[in-house]
């Protein structure tokens, strides 16, 4: 079809909406600044600051993970839990748990999309390391961020994704940005930038770097 065929009162409002278009997909990543962390929260229903009604801990064991672990050559059962997990309904808004930016977007990443946050730490707050700056991961997502865009505390970031019976945010607090650094898989060898959520009987997840999110939430509200 020749251009000139098309009437002006199509073909413009057409050449604008792809212009449009255009821009929507180099959209830039949004750049406002949120400030430093100055009080970290629940990631649901953050203003009632309530802990859920039931969730797996940091640091357990659990009996009834009897599949095989893609990082340690073992059950899963057999491993210590390096986050939390928040049981929810499927679709339940997911909060960013203080201010930061979106350093990592990791789509569809065992079960959903996973997202770590870096949290510059407001002035007299540092990590049991004596780091500035703490890292929160969340797996299991339908994530609603770029990677590179601020995020202000309570901003919803994702929805839990809908499972037959057990949707969950996996919550880690943690030292590292990339777990690559720290913890290579003796099964594999190989290493993740997420991390493999659990981590060997013989030493506690906090030897590698993650905290008890639980404890750091209510430690600085
Ligand atoms: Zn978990």
Redesign the pocket.
């Known amino acids: 079809m020749r251009l000139r065929k098309i009437p002006f009162f199509v073909l413009v409002p057409l050449l604008l909406l792809g212009l449009g278009l255009i821009q929507q997909q180099n959209r830039p990543v949004v750049t406002r600044s949120v400030g430093l962390a100055d009080a970290f929260d629940f990631p649901f229903e953050p203003d009632g600051g309530e802990r859920p009604p039931w969730y797996?801990s940091y640091d357990v064991q659990n009996p009834y993970l009897t599949s095989h672990s893609r990082c340690y050559d073992t059950t899963v059962s057999q491993l210590r839990?390096a986050?939390e997990?928040w049981f929810r309904p499927g679709g339940s808004e997911v909060h960013a748990i203080a201010n930061g930016r979106v350093v990592y977007l990791v789509p569809d990443w065992d079960h959903g999309d996973a997202i770590v946050i870096e949290h510059p730490l407001k002035e007299g707050w540092q990590t049991p390391w004596g780091d500035e700056v703490v890292y929160s991961l969340y797996l299991h997502l339908d994530s609603e961020v770029q990677e590179g865009e601020q995020v202000a505390r309570g901003q919803v970031i994702g929805h839990l994704q809908p499972w037959e019976y057990n949707s969950h945010l996996?919550l880690e607090i943690r030292r590292y940005a990339d777990m690559a650094v720290a913890l290579r898989c003796p099964a594999s060898g190989k290493t993740w930038l997420v991390g493999p959520?659990y981590v060997d009987e013989a030493k506690s997840p906090y030897s590698y770097g993650y905290l008890n999110p639980q404890e750091w939430i209510e430690s600085h509200r």
């Open positions: 797996a839990h986050g997990d996996h959520s």
